[in-house]
């Protein structure tokens, strides 16, 4: 086995230290673009949960007050449901393309979207 001298392992242990702190650096460098990883995907689902039931709440305060002034303003003699299926319409179509994803339920409510979207326009056509 070789011996070696006292600069040679100097030498070693310089080397090894800065692969050391090398690794050390990497190690760091990896948590930080993990954690701006984590920051950047909460964001996403902090906006698309936003969207999501922002719309919806946006959606059934239209709803409410579409209902109060159908009870308010009854037989002026104009088409008093138009805006209520349209709000309908809204609702059924965000309901089943942003709140449910998969399943039955998805399914089902897509359904009821498409069956609701052609009442409404075979409403509007007898309408006008």
Do not use: P
């Amino acid at each position: 086995m070789r011996v070696f001298t006292d600069a040679e392992k100097q030498q070693l242990q310089a080397k090894i230290k800065n692969e050391q702190k090398r690794q050390r650096a990497l190690r760091e460098n990896i948590q930080i673009e993990k954690e701006k990883e984590a920051k950047r995907s909460r964001g996403i689902i902090s906006t698309a949960l936003s969207f999501k039931y922002g719309f919806l709440v946006l959606i059934i305060c239209l709803l409410i007050w579409e209902v109060a002034a159908l009870l308010k303003w009854r037989n002026f003699g104009y088409d008093q449901y138009g805006n209520l299926m349209i709000v309908l319409m809204l609702l059924f179509n965000h309901i089943a393309y942003f709140v449910t994803k998969r399943g039955w339920l998805s399914r089902a409510m897509k359904t009821v979207a498409c069956i609701w979207i052609v009442f409404v326009f075979a409403y509007i056509f007898w309408i006008f």
